[in-house]
């Protein structure tokens, strides 16, 4: 992104390069009246900004998310201009308070109005009343496609996953699991806390699940101490045998780490697998 991209997408002002995620390139964009944060990727369309959008907003109801400026896409990329957020400090205890509100709304099937993004990664999300059918083949099997695909993949692998998912099957089918608004992307990096110590979501992979989906990932690549699972436990308690389950849904979040950055998360999908 440069001041002559973005004058072709119809924004002015000062461009300035910060640090984001491992997907956008990211910066603040100062004009007159305020500034902003734009997202921008040279390899999509405002498809995925899109969608991005569309997730902060059937979270704002709910939680505080950044505002939505506006999006847009030409032969060079796709960008989203959102809401300038002045980052300050905070409590784990409210942000477990904050996700429980969250999961507090629910749907009558599992899914999403529209399919969305998991990273730069396709997450489809037909309509389903099913949840272990609704994983599996939405989630486990979209990525494991994805695995053969780019070669990390392996006979092994593929012979634990098809007991994994028969396992599932014969175990998980009698849980009742209310689909439960879900951020989708739920690790340290994707909460803030705002000037008023309010914890601000960022970059949701919306959909309605199990609710213990967040909370695995939670617990994945740390940052979330013991005082944030005590909150949650006290304001919405999970089953009690809900940390069971924890691996089976921490699966999905590293077949797409495998599918984004390679073999060096093949080792963490293979201990899940050998249990199987």
Known sequence: MNQELLAQF???????PISGGDVNQTFRLRSEERQYFLKYHPGVSQQFFQAEAAGLAQLRPYVRVPAVYQYGDNEHGAYLLLEWIDVGEG????????????HRQTSPTFGFEQDNFIGLLPQVNPAAEDWVSFYTT?????????????????????DKYLNLKETLYQEWSGRQVQPSLLHG???RG?????QKGDPVFIDP???FGDRELDLAMAQLFGGFRPEF?????QVFPLEKNWQERVPVYQLYYLLVHLNLFGESY???VDEILSRY
């Open 10 to 16: 119809g924004l002015s002002g000062t461009l300035t």
């Open 91 to 102: 409590d784990q205890e409210s942000i477990a308070t904050a996700l429980a509100e969250i």
């Open 138 to 158: 939405c989630r486990l099997d979209v990525q494991v496609e994805l695995a053969k695909l780019g070669n990390h993949w392996n006979p092994r692998r593929e």
């Open 185 to 187: 992307d739920f690790w």
């Open 190 to 194: 994707n909460v803030l806390f705002d």
């Open 205 to 207: 992979a919306v959909s």
């Open 229 to 233: 699972f005590q909150r949650y436990q």
């Open 266 to 268: 093949g080792n963490n």
